[in-house]
């Protein structure tokens, strides 16, 4: 079973810092690029950053200069640490993998794209 599992969200004041951990379990061979994505309550999903297995990084505008990602390969886990946070930050924040691919036994393999976490609530009071 695979599975990608964040932590580290919770309640904290405008100006405040988190940081959101994202890791893959299971037999994993290889991660592709990992992102976060955020949706805010009535809100579509959004992109938020993204890094390739490379350390390439993209973020979204709204974020840049306040948000960064990161990964370590070797634990198959992306991390955010948010910077000076905003109310409008206030979202359930989701990890995915483009493509994972992993073990299923017997020197089998299999890959599946999109992978989802479940999510991490994060809540800024103004």
């Known amino acids: 079973q695979v599975q990608l599992v964040e932590s580290g969200g919770g309640l904290v004041q405008a100006g405040g810092s988190l940081r959101l951990s994202c890791a893959a379990s299971g037999r994993i061979l290889s991660i592709t690029t990992m992102g976060w994505y955020r949706q805010a309550p009535g809100k579509e999903r959004e992109f938020v950053a993204q890094?390739?297995?490379?350390?390439?990084?993209n973020c979204a505008d709204s974020v840049k200069d306040r948000f960064t990602i990161s990964r370590d390969n070797a634990k198959n886990t992306v991390y955010l640490q948010m910077n000076s946070l905003k109310p409008e930050d206030t979202a359930v924040y989701y990890c995915?993998?483009?493509?994972?691919?992993?073990?299923?036994?017997?020197?089998?393999?299999?890959?599946?794209?999109?992978?989802w976490g479940q999510g991490t609530q994060v809540t800024v009071s103004s």
């Open positions: 890094i390739s297995r490379e350390g390439r990084t």
């Open positions: 995915k993998a483009d493509r994972l691919t992993y073990w299923i036994g017997t020197g089998n393999s299999a890959s599946a794209s999109d992978y």
